[in-house]
């Protein structure tokens, strides 16, 4: 027998100052089952609390419910508070006479005081009907994955590891390092981008807690926080990296010359290769497409026709531990993680699509990445800043600041960031590379938020000389050796028309590609521009909306390396503290499938947005549903989904919705 | 041969500075088999002052003669940028239910459909008819900048004619005659249009630009399709040359008369003796004539 206790809280004046307090007790009263009706200031106050414990024991209650706020608000304290007095939390209803009552119907008293009566009814229907529930206890892999290994990726593996807890990183590329290792210098420091960058590639790579896989690619995702199913695609490298010393003779010697997708088609790399100087792990991989002893084995296999091609094989002959392995194959490997860290990262905007800047048809206008490939040290000039077409030093330097950033016409209206400020830098290195440099930057507002930011801008203007033009520039064409800028001086409101050497369009950032591919296999959100969709962009910017999932870095938006190695850091806290566990509760109010009425249509499998219904079959040969209780979160679609009405929802099942409705007439 | 009409609005210039435009259109659609059918007591599109002026106005006049070409099955052809850009504007504006009823109240006869596609313009409807174009005369060893200018391509929610910065409807047909075109970057670029009345030197800078720019593409001619452009660039290039002491002499076709050259009308049919820069002694050179 139910004996139900009811605690209206006057919530200070928010709700007795509308509601008539006295009438709503008097009628709660005479409610079926009602043992005690008794209001509080503040039922949330420790005092008020304290009142609720003292009745639930006097009055020997064994339902309860609180009349006062939404239950986003206070069910979890109340719940604390019928734990404390002995009985099951999830014996608490929530009865919402604020919000939906007094707040809505300030004008009206006696309308509000009627309403919280029937809201009241209505809870008091439904409590009757709470069965006491128990949280789960499920375990959890203390190994986390990272999938992508530049800046982001290498600090949140490096964080977890140190906190003790497995890793394994996995990069789509041969080498880690990212974006970052394609920089010379960082802004606002000057600080060369490599050397602060490839001791930490060193430590992962040395780290005993992570492992390392490069070349490979996560291809699919099942199961739930704590007991993920990660299916890895290992590429075939085509060389045994456990035989392999990396000592170089193969990538040096290897007569096929392809252009280099890290010196962005400005340098040249070699079929066996390494991405770069730096790269870890320092041992190479050979790009079957331009591979010449591949190009043979598909001319023997497709009947000899046309001009045979060399056999080469060179690699093969001059490598002193025998690591060519031509016989290895791409691998598809399971494994356990208990939680996920995507960390992709970005590419820069394709700029073909500007017309009006030449879609890549002149050799003189680059982008900011191919410029810093160009000033770097170990770059494919040696970091001898020089043209395309005819390898002079060019003098007079443009830079355009917001390609496909912050313009609606390309579908990119977001603003990419690290532009204003990674054009600053470059002119003031610039300056620095060849004094008689004079460079001019056209922008639309210099974005320059950020610590030293403001100031280093200005040093780009007062130390390196450099011009600043607002305006868009509307077309760039060549002119004889010199490539000529059009604009407008917006601020002077005058056409501008400046002849340059070189021009350096800022491309602006986008997701990496397959950035939305992995993200359906994750079953986390992207947005338009396939950015991944943090669970609350202030309060939760690591944390998806699937648990166990973290997303960090450029991968969300565009960041700088500061924000990304600081959210590396934070999905990584996130990661130690789920580790810390030794297992994860989960919450009891989810969707259960009554086996005997489940016809089997599975309409809920294909509706639940978090693959929280799968099927099985029966002892008896039935395909019935089956809801996994860590995915579920209890939104209810299923429910409304399903036919025979199979699938109810614990702590608001079918029944207690129809008793609610029915408790109005009582 | 099939015979179909168009209505057709020639504009104010296109009875004046640019009769051989008007003559030439005429001409070649007549041998493709169409037949341009002027529209009845046609007025004044507006274009180059009604919409800086007065932009209820700069709809009404063009909505008029929509009006008036709604009772042809086929859509209104125009030859001239100018007035094709007022045009389209003009249908845009009108897709709204309000602005609609305001100008049927400002114009007061017929009902005014609502049809953007309602417009088109003469290279279009070549294009469209490209199959009846019978070429006689192979236009070999001509190399032609074809010059769009910035009216037809622009805004191109509105006129919706090709890319705006590579546009290939005009190159398409002009390699249907087999001249060449050549590759440059400045199809669409601003000429300086009407400016020539209140600041010659601006449009005297800008058109030399796309002669300059023309010539250094290996370009023996200009193809156009606006007149303005072709008064800016052919009845102006002696001022341009002593402007900037730059021997030019390219001459500019309407892309009319190189299509009708290649259905062996005559030059004098074709009216080429019109033009400023003589085309004579390169069509001679060239053999094409």
Redo the contacts between chains.
């Keep these: 027998m139910a004996r139900v206790g009811v605690f209206v809280c006057h919530c200070g004046t928010n709700i007795a100052g509308v509601v008539n307090i006295p009438e709503v007790l008097e009628a709660a009263e005479k409610m079926p089952m009602v043992v005690s009706a008794t209001d509080n200031k503040y039922s949330c106050s420790e005092p008020g609390q304290a009142s609720i414990r003292e009745a639930i024991i006097e009055n020997n209650l064994n339902r309860v419910i609180v009349a006062a706020c939404s239950p986003r608000m206070h069910e979890i304290t109340f719940r604390r508070a019928l734990a404390s007095a002995g009985l099951n939390p999830y014996l608490l209803e929530m009865a919402n006479i604020r919000e939906q009552c007094s707040w809505v119907h300030s004008d009206n008293k006696e309308i509000a005081t009627n309403k919280a009566i029937e809201i009241i009814k209505m809870a008091v229907a439904k409590v009757i009907r709470h069965e006491p529930l128990y949280p789960r206890q499920v375990g959890i892999t203390k190994r986390a994955l990272v999938i992508g290994g530049g800046i982001t990726g290498i600090q949140t593996a490096l964080d977890i590891a140190n906190a003790g807890y497995g890793v394994v990183l996995v990069e789509r590329e041969p080498s880690i390092g990212g974006r970052m290792a394609q920089l010379d210098k960082t802004f606002p420091t000057l600080d060369c981008s490599a050397c602060i960058l490839t001791p930490k590639m060193v430590d992962l790579s040395q780290h005993p807690k992570i492992k390392l896989m490069t070349y490979a690619e996560v291809k699919k995702v099942t199961g739930f926080i704590g007991n993920f199913e990660v299916e890895i695609l290992h590429k075939a490298k085509k060389v045994d990296h456990l035989k392999c010393i990396g000592c170089g003779i193969c990538w040096q010697k290897c007569p096929e010359k392809v252009p280099s997708e890290f010196d962005l088609g400005l340098g040249k790399r070699t079929a066996i290769y390494i991405p770069f100087a730096q790269a870890v792990p320092p041992k190479p991989v050979i790009d079957l497409s331009h591979c010449r002893y591949t190009k043979y084995l598909t001319w023997v296999a497709t009947g000899q026709e046309g001009k045979k091609p060399p056999e080469c094989r060179i690699c093969e002959k001059l490598c002193p531990t025998a690591a060519i392995a031509w016989d290895q194959e791409e691998q598809l490997f399971t494994e356990k993680f208990g939680t996920i860290v995507v960390a992709t990262g970005y590419q820069t905007y394709d700029y073909s699509h500007y017309?009006?800047y030449?879609s890549r048809d002149f050799a003189d206008v680059i982008t900011g990445l191919q410029l810093e490939r160009l000033m770097s040290a170990s770059g494919p000039t040696g970091g001898e800043v020089t043209r395309l077409s005819d390898g002079s030093h060019p003098k007079t330097v443009a830079f355009v600041c917001c390609v496909g950033s912050r313009d609606q016409q390309r579908g990119r209206p977001y603003c990419s960031k690290v532009c204003c400020m990674y054009t600053a830098k470059q002119a003031i290195m610039l300056k620095e590379h060849d004094p008689e440099v004079q460079c001019y930057i056209f922008y639309i507002d210099v974005r320059a938020g950020g610590k030293d930011f403001e100031e280093f801008y200005l040093r780009a203007i007062d130390e390196a000389g450099v011009i600043y033009i607002k305006g868009r520039p509307s077309?760039i064409?060549?002119?004889g050796k010199k490539l000529i800028v059009l604009g407008e001086d917006t601020l002077m409101g005058r056409p501008v028309e400046i002849p340059v050497d070189l021009v350096v369009l800022a491309t602006g950032m986008e997701p990496s590609a397959g950035a939305d591919e992995l993200a359906r296999n994750l079953n986390i959100s992207y947005d338009t521009y396939n950015f991944m969709v943090e669970a609350h962009p202030k309060l939760r910017p690591v944390e998806t909306h699937t648990d166990g999932i973290f997303v960090a870095g450029a991968c969300v938006g565009p960041r700088d390396i500061p924000e990304c190695v600081a959210q590396g850091s934070a999905a990584a806290a996130k990661v130690a503290a789920l580790f810390s566990q030794d297992t994860l509760t989960t919450e009891p109010l989810i969707a259960v499938v009554n086996q005997a009425r489940c016809i089997g249509c599975l309409l809920c499998v294909t509706i639940c947005p978090f693959k929280a219904v799968d099927y099985q079959t029966t002892q008896d040969g039935r395909l019935i549903a089956a809801t996994n209780e860590s995915l579920c979160k209890g939104c209810g679609l299923c429910i409304a989904a399903c036919r025979p009405k199979a699938i109810d929802l614990r702590g608001f099942t079918n029944q207690q919705i129809l008793d609610e409705v029915a408790g109005l007439w009582l | 041969m099939k015979q179909s009409a168009y209505p057709y609005y020639p504009g104010c210039t296109l009875k004046a500075s640019a009769k051989e435009y008007d003559i030439s259109a005429r001409l070649v659609c007549a041998q493709m088999g169409i037949k341009l059918e002027e529209l009845d007591d046609w007025v004044c599109c507006g274009a180059a002052s009604a919409h800086g002026i007065d932009r209820l106005l700069s709809i009404a006049l063009p909505a008029r003669e929509l009006v008036t070409a709604q009772k042809f099955k086929a859509p209104l052809v125009t030859a001239c940028a100018l007035c094709f850009s007022r045009f389209k504007f003009a249908a845009y504006e009108l897709r709204n239910e309000a602005m609609r009823n305001l100008i049927k109240y400002i114009i007061g006869e017929g009902e005014i459909q609502q049809n953007s596609d309602g417009v088109i313009h003469l290279i279009q409807l070549l294009d469209n008819n490209k199959d009846d174009i019978r070429v006689k005369k192979l236009l070999n060893g001509l190399r032609v900048a074809c010059y769009y200018g910035c009216l037809l391509v622009r805004p191109k929610e509105v006129t919706n004619f090709d890319d705006e910065e590579e546009p290939q409807i005009m190159d398409k047909l002009i390699k249907l005659v087999e001249a060449e075109t050549v590759d440059w970057k400045f199809k669409t670029e601003c000429c300086g249009g009407s400016h020539m009345l209140t600041r010659p030197d601006i449009v005297i800078k800008l058109s030399h630009r796309l002669l300059y720019q023309a010539k250094q593409a290996g370009a023996d001619c200009l193809a156009v399709a606006c007149p303005v452009c072709h008064y800016n660039l052919d009845s102006n290039q002696k001022k341009i040359e002593a402007n900037y002491k730059d021997n030019i002499g390219l001459p500019v076709f309407y892309f009319t008369q190189l299509v009708g050259l290649a259905m062996e009308l005559s030059p004098k049919q074709l009216l080429l003796n019109k033009h400023f820069v003589n085309p004579m002694p390169l069509l001679q050179r060239k053999g094409l004539i």
Excluded: F, I, M, N
């Design positions: 017309k009006e030449g077309k064409y060549q002119d």
